[in-house]
């Protein structure tokens, strides 16, 4: 049975329609680059947050081409560890994903993590663009109204991304009986999931 005229063109204006979301969804995001100490951390943090689609570990902000984990871990070429979060701004936008920024680390303890300690381990926020720039700053002003002492993140522009060996990726989703992850990364996320401010289960990347 032939399907009216107008009905043919109402199919293929919603299946168009179907195929310009999906674009839309595929092609439209947005990358931040951010570091707030150790990066299993933050991965671990980031992946948990729904319209994150990808988060990926490495370096950025050093002089040293192409550095392994083990150059960074001397301090001495200048990078700081840190996570590349591609995102869908129509579902999480970088504002959202700063003022995770400020509650997932300690801004105001300079090159230092809890036990972690180094340059490596700075507070960092590559801007990508004037508009991630203005809004950095912007979001470490209203942050600094929540913290006794002053931010000492770094607002710095975007150069090169350096991913981690491939072991470092979805660290936490991967060994979360280990040490570490049990001791520093675990109890992390467990309060950042009782104050609402990630997923209990990774959205994206995670195992």
């Known amino acids: 049975m032939k399907l009216p005229i107008y009905l043919l063109l109402a199919l293929h204006a919603a299946a168009l ?7 839309n969804t595929t092609n439209n995001t947005e990358t931040a680059t951010l570091g707030g100490g150790c990066f299993w951390c933050m991965e671990a943090v980031y992946e948990r947050l729904p319209g994150v689609l990808s988060v990926t570990s490495g370096f950025a902000g050093g002089q040293t081409p192409n550095p ?11 990078h700081a ?10 579902k999480i936008s970088y504002a959202k994903l700063l003022d995770v920024f400020w509650q997932a680390h300690d801004p105001t303890t300079l090159n ?4 972690d300690e180094g340059t490596q381990y700075r507070s960092i926020i590559l801007y990508h663009s ?6 950095a700053e912007k979001s470490k002003a ?21 991913a981690a060996e491939e072991h470092h990726q979805e660290y936490y989703d991967n060994n979360s ?5 049990r001791l520093v990364i ?19 990347g995670g195992k």
């Not at 329609?17 to 674009?23: E, G, I, K, L, Y």
């Open 17 to 23: 329609a179907q195929s310009a979301d999906a674009m």
């Open 68 to 78: 392994t984990y083990q150059q960074v871990c001397t301090g001495d070429t200048g």
């Open 81 to 90: 560890e840190v996570t590349q979060i591609v995102f869908d701004p129509a």
């Open 112 to 115: 230092r993590q809890g036990a």
């Open 130 to 135: 004037d508009a991630q720039k203005l809004a």
């Open 142 to 162: 209203e942050a600094q109204k929540n913290f006794k002492h002053p931010i000492v993140t770094e607002i710095v522009p975007f150069t090169k991304f350096c």
């Open 177 to 181: 009986t280990a040490f570490y992850c």
């Open 186 to 204: 675990a109890p992390k996320l467990h309060k950042l999931e009782k104050e609402k401010v990630i997923e209990s289960t990774p959205q994206t």
